[in-house]
C-alpha cells in the first residue's frame, strides 16, 4: 500500500467531490421539483393522466442509469434538428448530460416514493379538509402535500444516498467528479487500489454528512410530534 | 427490425447480459447467507468482518466497487495462489471479473436480506430441531433455509432487478455485453440515439420478464399461506 500517493491526492479528489456534491444537488432539487406533479398525476382517479407519469417512472426504473447517460450525451447529436437548436450549447456538455440524465432518473424514483407517501395520508385527513370547505388545490397544498413530504423523507433520504453513488457514473462520460478525478490519478501513477480506497472513504464521508441533513431535517419537520 | 445489420450483435450482447446477471446473483446469494451466518451465528472476528462488509460496500458506488475489484481482484487471486504454491499467472477474464464484483458488491445486499430474514424465524423451530435429533447443518437445511428463502424472496427480487441494471457497469471494464455491444454498434453507424434506445427497450424487457419471474416466485413459495391482504 502506497500511502503518501494517498495522501497527495486528496486535495484532488476534494475538488472532484465538490463537483460529485453539486451534481447530486442540483438534480436532486430539480428532480424533485419535477416528481412532485408526476406523484400528483400518478395518483389521478383518470387513467388518461395516469399514463404519462407512468410511463416515464417504468422507463427510468427499469433501465440502466448509465443506458439514460449514454442516451442524452451520444443520443441527441444524431438529430440535425437538436444540434442546430438552441438546447445544444447544453446538451453539447457532459455537464448538463449528466444533470439531465440524473434528474430524470431520480424523478421517477422519488416520484414513485411520493406516490406510496400521498396514497399513506389518512382519508379522514383529506375529507377534513374537505368539510371545512377547502378546495382540492387548497387541499393538496396544505394537506396532502405537506404530509406526504413527511411520510417520504426517510426514504427519500435513501433515494438520495442512491443518487450520491450513482453519480459516479458522471466519470464515464468524460466529468471530473470523485470517480474521475481517481480514475485520472490512476492512469499516470498505476496506484488503483490506494486511489479507489481513498475515493471511497470520501464517498464515505459525503454519505454521513447527508444522512445528518436528513436526521436534522426530519426532526425540524416532526417537531410538532417530538415529545417535551 | 434488425437494427442495420446488428440485431445479432445485440442479440449476444444481451445473452452475456443475461448470463453475467444470473451467475452473479448466484454467487451473490451464497455470498450473502455466508454473511450473514457470519453476522449472526459467527465468532466476534467474523462479526467485525462481516459488518465492515456490509458497511463499506453499501456505502460505495457500484461503480467505484467494480473497477476496485477488476483492478484489485486478479492481484489477490494471484497472491492467494502463489501462497498455495501456484506460480502460473492467472489471468481473469472480464466475465469472472464482473461476476465477481457484482458477487461482492450485491452479497452485501443479501446479507442484509438473509440477516433480517433469519431473525423471523422463531428460536422454537431450531429448538425443535435439535429435540429431533438433528444437527445444526440439517437444521439449517432442512427447517430455516426454506423458510428464510420465502421471507427474503420480495427484497432479493428488487435487488436482482437493481443487479440487472448494473451489469451495464461491467461494459466499462470491457465485458462484450449489451452496453458495450451497442457501444459497438454506435461506433460503426453513427446512429447513437437508435443504438441506446434499442438496449434502454432491451433492459425494459429483461426487467420485465424478470418482475414476472419474481412474481411466480413469490407465488409459488407462498403457496398454501394464508396472507392479510385478501
Same mark, same amino acid.
Given at each position: 500500500?502506497?500511502?503518501?500517493?494517498?495522501?497527495?491526492?486528496?486535495?484532488?479528489?476534494a475538488? !472532484?467531490?465538490?463537483?460529485?456534491?453539486?451534481?447530486?444537488?442540483?438534480?436532486?432539487?430539480?428532480?424533485?421539483?419535477?416528481?412532485?406533479?408526476?406523484?400528483?398525476?400518478?395518483?389521478?382517479?383518470?387513467?388518461?393522466?395516469?399514463?404519462?407519469?407512468?410511463?416515464?417512472?417504468?422507463?427510468?426504473?427499469g433501465?440502466?442509469?448509465?443506458?439514460?447517460?449514454?442516451?442524452?450525451?451520444?443520443?441527441?447529436?444524431q438529430?440535425?434538428?437538436?444540434?442546430?437548436?438552441?438546447?445544444?450549447?447544453? %446538451?453539447?456538455?457532459?455537464?448538463? $448530460?449528466?444533470?439531465?440524465?440524473?434528474?430524470?432518473?431520480?424523478?421517477?424514483?422519488?416520484? #414513485?416514493?411520493?406516490?406510496?407517501?400521498?396514497?399513506?395520508?389518512?382519508?379522514?385527513?383529506?375529507?377534513?379538509?374537505?368539510? =371545512?370547505?377547502?378546495?382540492?388545490?387548497?387541499?393538496?397544498?396544505?394537506?396532502?402535500?405537506? @404530509?406526504?413530504?413527511?411520510?417520504?423523507?426517510?426514504?427519500?433520504?435513501? #433515494?438520495?444516498?442512491?443518487m450520491?453513488?450513482?453519480?459516479?457514473?458522471?466519470?464515464?462520460?468524460?466529468?471530473?467528479?470523485?470517480t474521475?478525478?481517481?480514475?485520472?490519478?490512476?492512469?499516470?501513477?498505476?496506484?488503483?487500489?490506494?486511489?479507489?480506497?481513498?475515493?471511497?472513504?470520501?464517498?464515505?464521508?459525503?454519505?454521513?454528512?447527508?444522512?445528518?441533513?436528513?436526521?436534522?431535517?426530519?426532526?425540524?419537520?416532526?417537531?410538532?410530534?417530538?415529545?417535551? | 427490425?434488425?437494427?442495420?445489420?446488428? !440485431?445479432?450483435?445485440?442479440?449476444? !450482447?444481451?445473452w452475456?447480459?443475461?448470463?453475467?446477471?444470473?451467475?452473479?446473483? =448466484? $454467487?451473490?446469494?451464497?455470498?450473502?447467507?455466508?454473511?450473514?451466518?457470519?453476522?449472526?451465528?459467527?465468532?466476534?472476528?467474523?462479526?467485525?468482518?462481516?459488518?465492515?462488509?456490509?458497511?463499506?460496500?453499501?456505502?460505495?458506488?457500484?461503480?467505484? &466497487?467494480?473497477? %476496485?475489484?477488476?483492478?484489485?481482484?486478479?492481484?489477490?487471486?494471484?497472491?492467494?495462489a502463489?501462497?498455495?504454491?501456484?506460480?502460473?499467472?492467472?489471468? %481473469?477474464?472480464?466475465?469472472?471479473?464482473? =461476476?465477481?464484483?457484482?458477487?461482492?458488491?450485491?452479497?452485501?445486499?443479501m446479507?442484509?436480506?438473509?440477516?433480517g430474514?433469519?431473525?423471523?424465524?422463531?428460536?422454537?423451530?431450531? #429448538?425443535?430441531?435439535?429435540?429431533?435429533?438433528?444437527?445444526?447443518? @440439517?437444521?439449517?437445511?432442512?427447517?430455516?433455509?426454506?423458510?428464510?428463502?420465502?421471507?427474503?424472496?420480495?427484497?432479493?427480487?428488487?435487488?436482482?432487478l437493481?443487479?440487472?441494471?448494473?451489469?451495464?457497469? &461491467?461494459?466499462?471494464? !470491457?465485458?462484450?455485453?449489451?452496453?458495450?455491444?451497442?457501444?459497438?454498434?454506435?461506433?460503426?453507424?453513427?446512429?447513437?440515439?437508435?443504438?441506446? =434506445?434499442?438496449?434502454?427497450?432491451?433492459?425494459?424487457? %429483461?426487467?420485465?420478464?424478470?418482475?414476472?419471474?419474481?412474481?411466480?416466485?413469490?407465488?409459488?413459495?407462498?403457496?398454501?399461506?394464508?396472507?392479510?391482504? #385478501?
Open positions: 500500500m502506497n500511502w503518501s500517493v494517498m495522501i497527495e491526492s486528496l486535495p484532488a479528489l475538488e !472532484g467531490a465538490l463537483l460529485t456534491l453539486e451534481l447530486v444537488a442540483v438534480s436532486g432539487v430539480l428532480g424533485f421539483m419535477l416528481a412532485v406533479p408526476v406523484a400528483m398525476a400518478r395518483v389521478s382517479d383518470r387513467w388518461w393522466i395516469r399514463l404519462l407519469p407512468m410511463a416515464h417512472i417504468y422507463f427510468f426504473r433501465t440502466p442509469l448509465l443506458v439514460q447517460i449514454y442516451l442524452v450525451y451520444y443520443g441527441t447529436g438529430f440535425e434538428a437538436i444540434r442546430s437548436s438552441i438546447l445544444w450549447p447544453y %446538451l453539447s456538455q457532459a455537464y448538463w $448530460c449528466a444533470i439531465i440524465a440524473f434528474t430524470l432518473n431520480t424523478s421517477a424514483y422519488t416520484a #414513485e416514493i411520493l406516490r406510496g407517501a400521498i396514497q399513506a395520508v389518512p382519508r379522514g385527513e383529506v375529507e377534513a379538509a374537505r368539510a =371545512v370547505g377547502m378546495g382540492s388545490a387548497l387541499i393538496w397544498r396544505r394537506i396532502r402535500l405537506p @404530509r406526504a413530504f413527511r411520510i417520504a423523507l426517510p426514504a427519500y433520504s435513501n #433515494e438520495v444516498i442512491l450520491l453513488k450513482g453519480s459516479a457514473l458522471a466519470s464515464t462520460i468524460t466529468l471530473m467528479d470523485l474521475g478525478v481517481a480514475r485520472t490519478i490512476i492512469a499516470r501513477t498505476y496506484t488503483p487500489m490506494e486511489l479507489f480506497l481513498a475515493a471511497g472513504l470520501v464517498y464515505g464521508v459525503l454519505t454521513v454528512i447527508i444522512l445528518s441533513g436528513f436526521r436534522l431535517l426530519e426532526r425540524r419537520l416532526n417537531r410538532h410530534l417530538q415529545p417535551h | 427490425m434488425d437494427l442495420q445489420g446488428f !440485431g445479432a450483435q445485440l442479440a449476444s !450482447g444481451t452475456i447480459t443475461v448470463q453475467l446477471a444470473i451467475v452473479s446473483m =448466484v $454467487c451473490a446469494v451464497v455470498l450473502g447467507l455466508l454473511g450473514a451466518g457470519a453476522k449472526t451465528a459467527g465468532p466476534a472476528p467474523l462479526r467485525w468482518l462481516g459488518t465492515l462488509y456490509t458497511g463499506t460496500v453499501r456505502g460505495l458506488p457500484e461503480l467505484l &466497487v467494480i473497477l %476496485l475489484v477488476y483492478f484489485g481482484a486478479a492481484n489477490i487471486i494471484n497472491q492467494v502463489n501462497a498455495f504454491g501456484y506460480s502460473d499467472y492467472i489471468a %481473469l477474464s472480464p466475465f469472472m471479473a464482473g =461476476v465477481i464484483a457484482l458477487a461482492f458488491n450485491y452479497g452485501a445486499y446479507t442484509e436480506v438473509f440477516r430474514a433469519l431473525a423471523t424465524i422463531p428460536s422454537g423451530h431450531r #429448538e425443535a430441531g435439535l429435540a429431533l435429533g438433528m444437527g445444526r447443518a @440439517r437444521i439449517f437445511r432442512r427447517i430455516v433455509l426454506p423458510q428464510v428463502w420465502r421471507v427474503a424472496l420480495p427484497a432479493s427480487g428488487n435487488i436482482f437493481s443487479l440487472l441494471k448494473d451489469t451495464a457497469l &461491467v461494459s466499462v471494464i !470491457g465485458l462484450q455485453d449489451l452496453m458495450r455491444e451497442t457501444s459497438i454498434a454506435v461506433g460503426y453507424s453513427k446512429a447513437p440515439f437508435t443504438f441506446y =434506445v434499442a438496449a434502454a427497450f432491451i433492459y425494459l424487457g %429483461l426487467t420485465a420478464v424478470a418482475s414476472l419471474g419474481i412474481h411466480w416466485l413469490e407465488r409459488r413459495t407462498t403457496h398454501g399461506m394464508r396472507t392479510l391482504t #385478501e
